[in-house]
């Protein structure tokens, strides 16, 4: 593949909630894990399921169909755990997020890739960095760093420390 085909297209993980397919950059994903329940932390914002063990790091467990606005995931044989290396300004904000299932790494001409869909209203697309449209429906391309605002991440960063005290 030519340098100029390369910058063209990005690498994405696709994966489900439910029957929404959503995609995020593969260069942020550290590793897919098989669920396993996490150790439950008091106090945290309700789609925080937990901290997870991750080769001696302690890593959030988010549910992002909570954090998205949408019911709680039922874990099922297919479910997973993207372990995701999300750069933020100052630093690194390593998360788990759950999802009900991984499908696939792909490539996305960047031709492809719409901007989020205006609807009239006003509607929590902060957190969309796109949609790619493909024969068996859409695709929605999270922007990992607006999913985590500013206002939140400061709680998940110190959370390790927290488990360890």
Known sequence: MSMAAEKREAQFVTFSLGEEVFAVPVESVREILDHEESFQLPHGPEYLLGLRDVRGQGVP???????LGRTRTVKTQ????????IPLADRVL??????????????FRLEQIEGAPDIGIAWRSDYIRGVVRRETGFVVIIDLVRLFTAAETPALTNLPEMAHA
């Open 78 to 85: 297919h479910t997973r755990i993207l372990v995701m290396d």
């Open 94 to 107: 390593t998360v788990g997020l759950v999802a009900d299932r991984v499908f696939e790494v792909i490539p």
């Open 61 to 67: 467990i988010i549910d992002l169909r909570l954090k």
